[in-house]
């Protein structure tokens, strides 16, 4: 009994010994913390929340939406995590990537509006020339499209347009970061872009995609023009050469001094030349490089069979239709709304709203282009003369094309109306002191007045557009000599005697080598039957009963 007893105890004093260490141990650990609160959601984020908790569902939006104060709400925000809902970075995100879509947007749709300006120039180029070259100047036309945008997608838009980072309507092109420079006088200088061939590698971006198809236009634009002034003489397969080289060298190479950070745009940063030289659109870039091109051309092509006599004296010849011509120019009005206004590269942020400013100083100044034409033609011709009164908006209109962006609308009028007359003086110059054959009167349209236009920019530019608080790296606005800098015309002057002495030279020497290697002009029986079979194999008007044209002997 008393071994049992003690057994007992033993074992009841063991257990009371487990049951006190382990209640020890269990005192001695530590709980497991608690989890801690969340932090509380920003002020603006809980905003959202709470505004997206609120938002029509789709039960609300399935009821229709007549009046649209439904449709696009802060549901439509992309959220990158859509348990947590939309947060400031989200809303942020948002709007960063609705002002470049604005922007993208806008850019395009200029730059299709600038693309429809080559039916326009088929049209007027086409109806001041004769019947029986009809289809031959459509066709050059037509096919300086593909050849100018196959040369600028292998080469040119890369010296264009390769060292043009930055840009923050298009956010910010940064692939295109790579100018070929020189040192000159301790500054850098930028000679030609580096980057964009085909539109491969880095550049394959959805900004540089929208900037290359913007310019794209422009270069074409620039392009076509010399196909008018060399009309009803020009070899089909030189002309197609000549349209290559182009696109390819010398407009993408002057378009960077001005437009893609070369040379010329650095004169204000380098030298102190206000804002360098400025174009807005292109009335230099474009139109004058285009013009001067022409006038290179023509001078190596030689005139029309009959366009002069034997004294010197020149001929007129009658284009076959004046409606396209005027509908043609119409058309190229619209056009140069996107020409014009696109240029800003955007609607949004940027002082970008100045488009309707635009806009408005592009329409005033085809308008007085038209009147100064016509008032010219009427006062010292006694009637008014259609073509000269298309020419007057063209002329208008091309003039504008640099100062645009920077002058009032007065003095958009005063810068066409200057141009309406300018045009009419200059083809009368050009056809019997320069003896040059122009037959659409492109030379005196484009290079002419793109000279007038630039230097527009240096007397009229009124320092009141803020694009983005800078012009060329320069702060401030792009102010005229009007307006108290004269620095801004020295940098325009550099820039034209850069075009004439430069872009004219590089043509004129372009040209002269394919005058020698396939040669420019059309046989004589060729021109005088007419450039449609000969070359195109198909009459532009095969019901036409064709007037016999003069003998060649006679018209030497």
Same mark, same amino acid.
């Given at each position: 009994?008393?071994?049992?007893?003690?057994?007992?105890?033993?074992?009841?004093?063991?257990?009371?010994?487990?049951?006190?260490?382990?209640?020890?141990?269990?005192?001695?650990?530590?709980?497991?913390?608690?989890?801690?609160?969340?932090?509380?959601?920003?002020?603006?984020?809980?905003?959202?929340?709470?505004?997206?908790?609120?938002?029509?569902?789709?039960?609300?939006?399935?009821?229709?939406?007549?009046?649209?104060?439904?449709?696009?709400?802060?549901?439509?925000?992309?959220?990158?995590?859509?348990?947590?809902?939309?947060?400031?970075?989200?809303?942020?995100?948002?709007?960063?990537?609705?002002?470049?879509?604005?922007?993208?947007?806008?850019?395009?749709?200029?730059?299709?509006?600038?693309?429809?300006?080559?039916?326009?120039?088929?049209?007027?180029?086409?109806?001041?020339?004769?019947?029986?070259?009809?289809?031959?100047?459509?066709?050059?036309?037509?096919?300086? +499209?593909?050849?100018?945008?196959?040369?600028?997608?292998?080469?040119?838009?890369?010296?264009?347009?390769?060292?043009?980072?930055?840009?923050?309507?298009?956010?910010?092109?940064?692939?295109?970061?790579?100018?070929?420079?020189?040192?000159?006088?301790?500054?850098?200088?930028?000679?030609?872009?580096?980057?964009? +061939?085909?539109?491969?590698?880095?550049? &394959?971006?959805?900004?540089?995609?929208?900037?290359?198809?913007?310019?794209?236009?422009?270069?074409?634009?620039?392009?076509?023009?010399?196909?008018?002034?060399?009309?009803?003489?020009?070899?089909?397969?030189?002309?197609? @050469?000549?349209?290559?080289?182009?696109?390819?060298?010398?407009?993408?190479?002057? #378009?960077?001094? #001005?437009?893609?950070?070369?040379?010329?745009?650095?004169?204000?940063?380098?030298?102190?030349?206000?804002?360098? +030289?400025?174009?807005?659109?292109?009335?230099?870039?474009?139109?004058?490089?285009?013009?001067?091109?022409?006038?290179?051309?023509?001078?190596?092509?030689?005139?029309?069979?009959?366009?002069?006599?034997?004294?010197?004296?020149?001929?007129?010849?009658?284009?076959?239709?004046?409606?396209?011509?005027?509908?043609?120019?119409?058309?190229?009005?619209?056009?140069?709304?996107?020409?014009?206004?696109?240029?800003?590269?955007?609607?949004?942020?940027?002082?970008?709203?100045?488009?309707?400013?635009?806009?408005?100083?592009?329409?005033?100044?085809?308008?007085?282009?038209?009147?100064?034409?016509?008032? &010219?033609?009427?006062?010292?011709?006694?009637?008014?003369?259609?073509?000269?009164?298309?020419?007057?908006?063209?002329?208008?209109?091309?003039?504008?094309?640099?100062?645009?962006?920077? @002058?009032?609308?007065?003095?958009?009028?005063?810068?066409?109306?200057?141009?309406?007359?300018?045009?009419?003086?200059?083809?009368?110059?050009?056809?019997?002191?320069?003896?040059?054959?122009?037959?659409?009167?492109?030379?005196?349209?484009?290079?002419?007045?793109?000279?007038?236009?630039?230097?527009?920019?240096?007397?009229?530019?009124?320092?009141?557009?803020?694009?983005?608080?800078?012009?060329?790296?320069?702060?401030?606005?792009?102010?005229?000599?009007? &307006?108290?800098?004269?620095?801004?015309?020295?940098?325009?002057?550099?820039?034209?005697?850069?075009?004439?002495?430069?872009?004219?030279?590089?043509?004129?020497?372009?040209?002269?080598?394919?005058?020698?290697?396939?040669?420019?002009? @059309?046989?004589?029986?060729?021109?005088?039957?007419?450039?449609?079979?000969?070359?195109?194999?198909?009459?532009?008007?095969?019901?036409?009963?064709?007037?016999?044209?003069?003998?060649?002997?006679?018209?030497?």
């Amino acid at each position: 009994m008393k071994i049992w007893l003690r057994n007992h105890l033993l074992a009841c004093c063991i257990l009371a010994l487990s049951l006190a260490v382990g209640g020890m141990a269990y005192a001695e650990t530590p709980a497991t913390p608690a989890p801690p609160a969340a932090a509380p959601a920003p002020p603006a984020t809980a905003e959202l929340r709470e505004g997206a908790a609120k938002a029509p569902t789709p039960a609300d939006l399935a009821k229709g939406d007549p009046g649209g104060t439904l449709t696009g709400n802060i549901a439509d925000i992309t959220v990158t995590d859509a348990k947590a809902g939309p947060t400031m970075a989200d809303a942020g995100n948002q709007i960063g990537q609705n002002k470049i879509a604005i922007n993208f947007v806008w850019t395009l749709v200029c730059g299709f509006l600038v693309m429809f300006m080559q039916a326009g120039f088929a049209m007027v180029e086409s109806g001041l020339t004769r019947v029986k070259n009809a289809n031959h100047t459509y066709m050059m036309n037509f096919f300086v +499209y593909g050849c100018g945008l196959l040369a600028y997608w292998v080469l040119g838009f890369a010296i264009q347009m390769g060292g043009a980072a930055g840009n923050a309507n298009l956010g910010g092109l940064y692939p295109l970061a790579s100018e070929h420079t020189i040192s000159l006088f301790g500054k850098t200088w930028g000679i030609f872009g580096e980057t964009g +061939y085909f539109l491969a590698g880095h550049a &394959y971006d959805v900004g540089v995609m929208v900037i290359f198809l913007f310019q794209m236009v422009f270069m074409d634009t620039a392009l076509t023009i010399v196909t008018g002034a060399c009309a009803e003489r020009w070899k089909f397969i030189t002309f197609s @050469v000549t349209s290559i080289i182009m696109g390819a060298l010398t407009y993408p190479l002057f #378009a960077n001094w #001005a437009w893609g950070g070369g040379w010329l745009s650095q004169l204000g940063a380098n030298l102190g030349l206000s804002h360098g +030289y400025a174009d807005f659109a292109g009335s230099g870039v474009v139109h004058s490089v285009g013009g001067l091109t022409a006038l290179a051309v023509c001078l190596i092509v030689g005139p029309r069979i009959g366009k002069y006599n034997r004294d010197g004296s020149a001929n007129p010849i009658i284009g076959h239709d004046i409606s396209a011509v005027l509908i043609g120019c119409f058309i190229l009005a619209f056009g140069w709304f996107g020409f014009n206004p696109g240029s800003t590269l955007g609607a949004s942020s940027n002082g970008n709203l100045r488009i309707a400013t635009v806009a408005v100083a592009t329409m005033l100044a085809g308008c007085t282009g038209t009147f100064g034409a016509i008032l &010219y033609m009427w006062i010292s011709k006694g009637k008014p003369d259609a073509s000269m009164s298309g020419n007057g908006l063209l002329a208008g209109l091309v003039a504008i094309t640099a100062p645009s962006g920077f @002058v009032s609308a007065p003095n958009a009028a005063i810068i066409g109306l200057v141009a309406g007359v300018l045009v009419c003086v200059s083809v009368y110059f050009v056809e019997n002191v320069l003896k040059v054959d122009d037959p659409v009167g492109a030379i005196s349209v484009h290079c002419a007045n793109g000279l007038w236009g630039v230097l527009a920019v240096g007397l009229f530019a009124d320092g009141t557009s803020n694009y983005g608080g800078s012009w060329n790296g320069v702060p401030g606005s792009v102010t005229g000599l009007f &307006y108290g800098d004269a620095g801004q015309l020295a940098a325009q002057l550099v820039g034209i005697s850069t075009l004439l002495g430069v872009v004219f030279a590089l043509s004129f020497a372009v040209n002269m080598v394919l005058e020698y290697v396939i040669g420019h002009r @059309v046989s004589a029986e060729s021109e005088l039957n007419g450039l449609d079979i000969p070359e195109m194999g198909q009459l532009g008007y095969p019901e036409f009963v064709f007037r016999p044209e003069m003998a060649y002997s006679k018209a030497a």
